[in-house]
């Protein structure tokens, strides 16, 4: 009887520590699954503003994403931007790293305005103030990393200009010019591009 009681002792000793190192490994699969070990992309210690991370990938199957910008006649800017390899995340999804998804924020002279699920936006005239400006659209993954191909961040530029009618016999004639300006050959109020040393575009309108 002794000998089975030791031996019934043994077997419990050992489907204990069998239980306890399921658990650790349980635990370490649940650290597999945070974001900082996503299997998308390596992480970078480059950041953006913000001090997020930018997300490395490969070129080859990496988002794309192109902006366009036309004044409208109540003195602010429609704003559509196109993109591909890439789908807008709806709000409430898992922070968690998906290739090809994810949010655009975008932001004028390096102060973000909003950040897009969607591929068109209005900007208030008031907030652009005279001058030329730079407008960026920058595409971040679910948990709000940069994504990013040669160590740039996957974005698209343009620059619009605010001006004001000057109190001028030929100011009267030509009217103030708002616009977006194009440069590199792209076409008029549009650029397409996958980093910051994309082409960016500058388009024009005379006010009447």
């Known amino acids: 009887m002794s000998w089975t009681r030791g031996c019934l002792a ?16 349980g635990e370490a699969q649940e650290r597999g699954t945070g ?5 998308v992309g390596n992480l970078l210690d480059a950041t953006d503003e913000r001090g997020r991370h930018y997300r490395e990938i490969d070129e080859t199957g990496a988002p794309e994403i192109g902006i366009e910008v036309q004044p409208d006649a ?27 998804r994810g949010t655009a924020v975008l932001s004028l002279d390096g102060r973000v305005l909003t950040r897009l699920r969607t591929t068109e936006y209005h900007l208030p005239g008031r907030l652009v103030p005279r001058g030329t400006h730079r ?26 200009t605010e001006s004001e009618p000057e109190p ?5 004639r030509s009217g103030s010019v708002r616009g977006a300006t194009v440069s590199g050959g792209a076409p008029p109020a549009r650029t397409e591009g996958r980093t910051r040393t994309g ?5 024009a309108r005379k006010a009447s």
């Open 199 to 203: 082409r960016s575009s500058h388009s």
């Open 74 to 100: 109540d003195g602010g800017w429609d704003i559509r931007l196109t993109v591909r390899g890439f789908r807008f995340s709806p709000a409430g999804v898992k922070p968690v790293a998906v290739a090809g």
């Open 135 to 160: 407008l960026t659209a920058r595409l971040y993954a679910d948990d709000h990393t940069v994504w990013a191909v040669d160590g740039e961040p996957v974005e698209s530029t343009a620059d619009i």
């Open 168 to 172: 001028t016999p030929a100011a009267s």
């Open 35 to 39: 974001v900082s070990a996503s299997p």
């Open 10 to 25: 043994a077997l419990a000793v050992c489907a204990l520590l069998g239980s306890v190192a399921g658990c650790g490994d």
